[in-house]
């Protein structure tokens, strides 16, 4: 199979699950893909960090590593893949544009190779993953980052070639981020081993956690409310 095939196949899976004729699932993918909408998210991730780390150091150096993942994952495929690789988005496609269900007339920037959408959020979710380690949370952070690439396959901004090579950028970059992580972090900490029914095995108290997972489900009951408010 060659190259143009497999373009042609990326397009046909493009508009397999693009758009559909619920207003209710339009307002649903815009809700999920607004980047707004997870700030409580991060800002209970950064709570998280708070709460089980004795030292200014080792807060502030998750705090970097968790932004090293979005410049490494979603900076630079924005200011250097798009523009080198030049991939049109399905919304501006030659072939297939006027094919594409757009919602509210959003259609993205001209380039979409690969999704920042993808790289940043699966980036984010293999680092707090990895330094937290809670079966869980670790499911419920790949689950939020896979919703977020079908939205921008739903919205059409994004073919599905994008979704996969992002997602495989952003967990390389999380397991490289981890990685320096780990090696500084075993200079400036204690390393200790928690063995307890109350902790992870990386010392975060089970309860901080179940913040975390909370905020993330009220809101995806948010996103579904926001949806609902597009019938009325």
């Known amino acids: 199979m060659d190259w143009s095939s497999l373009i042609q196949i990326d397009k046909q899976l493009l508009l397999a699950v693009n758009g559909s004729e619920s207003l209710f699932i339009d307002g649903l993918a815009v809700a999920l893909t607004t980047a707004a909408t997870w700030i409580p998210l991060y800002l209970a991730l950064f709570f998280l960090v708070l709460r089980n780390?004795?030292?200014?150091?080792?807060?502030?150096?998750?705090?970097?590593?968790?932004?090293?993942?979005?410049v490494l994952a979603g900076t630079v495929d924005d200011s250097i893949v798009k523009p080198a690789v030049a991939r049109l988005r399905p919304t501006h496609d030659l072939q297939i544009g006027m094919s594409v269900d757009v919602v509210d007339g959003y259609r993205g920037g001209r380039y979409?190779?690969?999704?920042?959408?993808?790289?940043?959020?699966f980036s984010i979710a293999v680092f707090f993953s990895l330094l937290v380690r809670n079966g869980i949370l670790s499911f419920l952070l790949v689950l939020w980052s896979l919703i977020n690439c079908w939205t921008r396959m739903y919205l059409g901004v994004h073919f599905p070639g994008d979704i996969l090579c992002g997602l495989i950028w952003?967990?390389?970059?999380?397991?490289?981020?981890?990685y320096v992580y780990?090696?500084?972090?075993?200079?400036?900490?204690a390393g200790m081993k928690f063995i307890s029914s109350q902790y992870t095995s990386t010392g975060y108290q089970l309860i901080d956690i179940d913040v975390v997972i909370n905020v993330l489900f009220l809101t995806f009951v948010y996103t579904l409310i926001r949806a609902c408010l597009v019938l009325l």
């Open 53 to 70: 780390n004795e030292s200014m150091k080792q807060i502030l150096l998750i705090v970097g590593c968790a932004a090293l993942c979005v």
């Open 112 to 121: 979409g190779f690969f999704s920042a959408h993808a790289a940043n959020t």
């Open 170 to 178: 952003g967990g390389l970059v999380g397991l490289s981020v981890y």
């Open 182 to 189: 780990y090696k500084i972090n075993v200079r400036i900490s």
